[in-house]
């Protein structure tokens, strides 16, 4: 079993920057890829992030890619998503999520455990 926690959410202007993490539970951490997905009101939860269990291969939504980076610290059980150049849509609540690395990484499915959420709000 694998409990997720993130943090770092809040209001921040459009142009700056947020670091969420991740803390994770459970032994089996370092053998799961990490995902980061975001939902708004009325819509289905979106892709955003994710990385394989060695750190190695990070993958990346089209609407985020060139300003958020996922990275994953296996000692600590964190994984973390620094987001720079923030922008309104951008406002969502953002989920962590871990599963067993079977090389896909983009789909809900492929992970069994969530976090609770952790609300990020862009102004303009």
């Known amino acids: 079993q694998v409990q997720l926690v993130e943090s770092g959410g809040g209001l921040v202007q459009a142009g700056g920057s947020l670091r969420l993490s991740c803390a994770a539970s459970?032994?089996?951490?370092?053998?799961?890829?990490m995902g980061w997905f975001r939902q708004t009101p009325g819509k289905e939860r979106e892709f955003v992030s994710a990385i394989s269990w060695s750190g190695r291969r990070t993958y990346y939504a089209d609407a985020v890619k060139g300003r958020f980076t996922i990275s994953r610290d296996n000692a600590k059980n964190m994984v973390y998503l620094q987001m720079n150049s923030l922008k309104p849509e951008d406002t969502a609540i953002y989920y962590c999520a871990g599963g067993i690395d079977s090389g896909s990484y983009y789909y809900t499915d492929s992970y069994a455990y969530w976090g609770q959420g952790t609300q990020v709000t862009v102004s303009s």
């Open positions: 459970g032994r089996t951490f370092s053998s799961y890829a």
